[in-house]
């Protein structure tokens, strides 16, 4: 054992080495995650995946240097974001770029649609030689007629293939992607970055509300969609009218939206909430005074609310944080209400692709309902009474779907932790 006098004279030395130790550690340059991500501002859903990847980073790689790789971050959402997550840098140049490719140890393709920025990936993994994941996309995605399910670009699977992971937001997608010659090693279903989605801005939110005489806790909002999004009506879109879609669109519109205006009736008249209509997506805002709020009848009118401008991600989230539950004809609001501790009921059809699928995957199966199946159809008005009139069961059910995702993204950040930090 050490005796006093040893012990005084090689404290000196034993602390002058473990403070050099800090202090090289600490002038270890941080580990750079390009984070690929922000598809379009013209859908909250997609403005989501951002902010909800960048919460988890933040959360399980605070060490990590991130910077942001968007497709598109104007309207707003680079300010949004930049509020939120001051220490990001986001890439806007070319010049960045390259930078991004030489100083970033690794690239991660965050959440989406698809293998939305693969030309970018591509890029990186033939530029750079340096690893690259992929969090949480639907595969082949895209609209995606049945017979043409099995269509896709075969570099996607080669990007797939060589990628550290390869994670996939829905269980379908990971199916598909196993049957068609997927060979990635680390790989499974993750649910999409947005469960993950913290953001708020809740002066707006709470200004309109109290204009509309909405309370908290006391109304319920609802999305309406059509088969096909028809971006061709947004000038920021630059898009010639898609003349087969829009006739497609005519035809199921009705089919699609009535049942969510008939338990938009049933709410009002059978409960003691308003309804808020809103939107996903730019567009939604004309389809949810068409589909939705024009032809209720007078009564239930009276106590439905149109909301006629679109609205940013944090906006969204600090209304329905506000509210009673949500349900509609759409993906990315019911993820970010589950998030948020809302309950919340998705109802798709087959043009959606298989993101739907994801609510059975966090164990919310009986609050997913297929518009191409009469049976659920007719399940979807007492589903939403449900829903609404018994909040300790949904609460719960809510509780324990999070527990899962929070459970999955512990376990896949953790691989993305081992993969940067070898």
């Known amino acids: 054992m050490m005796n006093r006098r040893e012990f005084l004279r ?29 598809w379009q501002t013209v859908n909250i859903g ?6 909800g990847v960048l919460t988890l980073l933040e959360k399980h790689m605070p060490q990590a240097e991130v910077r942001l790789w968007p497709s598109d971050v104007g309207d707003g959402v680079e300010e949004m974001l930049a509020k939120r997550f001051p220490k990001v840098k986001i890439i806007k140049t070319d010049e960045e770029k390259q930078k991004a490719l030489k100083e970033g140890d690794f690239m991660l393709h965050g959440s989406g649609p698809s293998l939305v920025a693969k030309k970018d990936m591509d890029l990186w993994r033939k530029q ?39 994670y996939f937001r829905d269980s379908v997608s990971y199916e598909f992607a196993r049957s ?73 519109k009705e089919q699609d939206n009535k049942p969510i205006r008939e338990a938009i009736i049933a709410v ?30 007078d009564d239930v009118k009276e106590k439905v609310v149109w909301r006629s401008t679109y609205w940013l991600t944090d906006e969204a989230i600090s209304t329905y944080v506000r509210s009673a539950g949500l349900f509609g004809i759409e993906m990315h609001s019911p993820i970010m209400c589950v998030a948020n501790g809302i309950p919340a009921i998705v109802c798709r059809f087959k043009e959606q692709t298989s993101k739907g699928f994801m609510w059975k995957d966090v164990g919310l199966g009986e609050w997913l309902f297929d518009l191409d199946t009469p049976e659920d159809i007719a399940r979807i008005t007492p589903a939403v009474l449900d829903m609404i009139q018994n909040p300790a069961k949904s609460q719960a059910k809510v509780k324990k779907a999070m527990k899962l995702v929070d459970g999955i993204f512990k376990k896949t950040m953790g691989v993305l932790k081992k993969e940067v930090y070898v």
């Open 46 to 51: 997609d403005i989501g995946h951002t902010p």
């Open 180 to 252: 068609n010659g997927l060979t990635c090693k680390e790989t499974g279903f993750s649910p999409d970055g947005a469960f993950a989605v913290d953001l708020r801005n809740d002066a707006p939110a709470i200004a309109f509300l109290k204009e509309h005489n909405l309370k908290d806790g006391e109304f319920v909002c609802v999305i309406p969609q059509y088969r096909f999004t028809p971006w061709w009506e947004l000038k920021s879109k630059n898009r010639a009218v898609d003349k087969a879609k829009e006739a497609y669109n005519d035809k199921m």
């Open 268 to 297: 009002v008249r059978q409960t003691n909430k308003k309804v808020l209509i809103v939107p996903e997506n730019e567009t939604q805002v004309r389809i949810g005074k068409e589909m939705l709020y024009d032809p209720l009848p």
């Open 128 to 166: 750079t030689g340096k690893p690259y994941g992929i969090y949480g996309i639907t595969f082949p995605g895209g609209y995606v007629f049945q017979e043409q399910a099995a269509k896709f670009d075969p570099l996607d699977m080669e990007i797939m293939n060589q990628a550290r992971f390869c």
């Open 10 to 38: 090689d404290t000196p030395l034993l602390m002058g080495l473990v403070m050099g130790a800090i202090e090289g550690a600490a002038a270890a340059p941080a580990k750079v995650i390009i984070l690929r991500s922000s």
